[in-house]
């Protein structure tokens, strides 16, 4: 079911003029630089962490975040919050965002590669001017996170050995 939903959403964009860099799926085996077949796309490492995520995430509880949390993720561009990770998304709770809900969205969209690693939603590589009326729509209130042309707001990317390696907003 989980390959149905990738397939649709890719398919949806793709339809509607989306990227080929897109969660879209090549039918067929094609071998890529980094030997995984695009059938395998995102590769399994990848999708389980993606998967991790979300439940945790979903779970309303920011510490079920921790077991993903390694020396390779920023998730500020503030520099190093005093108890890392956990304690930032928890104060931005306390401010009144939302960072769980906002990864539960951003991860629920379709990714797109970028510098070799896999990154959501897809319109991080996306220029706005490039944006169809329904890729706007479906990004919600992310397309409002534009600065000019470019990007920048919630987004989250995972190494092809599934290390969360971002989830950050801003420049």
Known sequence: MRTLLALTAAGLLAGCGGSATTGTVTVGETETAAGATD????????????????????SGQVDALAPYVTERLSYSFGGPVEGGAIAYWKQLEADGEDPLGTLVE????????AQGNYV???????????????????LGELA????????????SGIAPDGTWIFFVAGD
Do not use: I, K, N
């Not at 951003?106 to 590669?113: A, F, G, I, K, R």
């Not at 991080?124 to 490039?130: G, L």
């Not at 409002?144 to 987004?155: E, I, K, Q």
């Open 39 to 58: 059938a395998e796309w995102p590769p399994e490492p990848v999708r389980r962490t993606q998967e991790g995520l979300l439940e945790a995430a979903q």
């Open 106 to 113: 951003v991860l629920s969209m379709p990714w797109t590669l």
């Open 120 to 138: 959501w939603p897809w319109v991080y590589t996306v220029p706005r001017s490039d944006l169809t009326d329904y890729e706007t729509q479906l």
């Open 144 to 155: 409002d996170d534009f600065d000019g042309t470019t990007y920048l707001g919630w987004r």
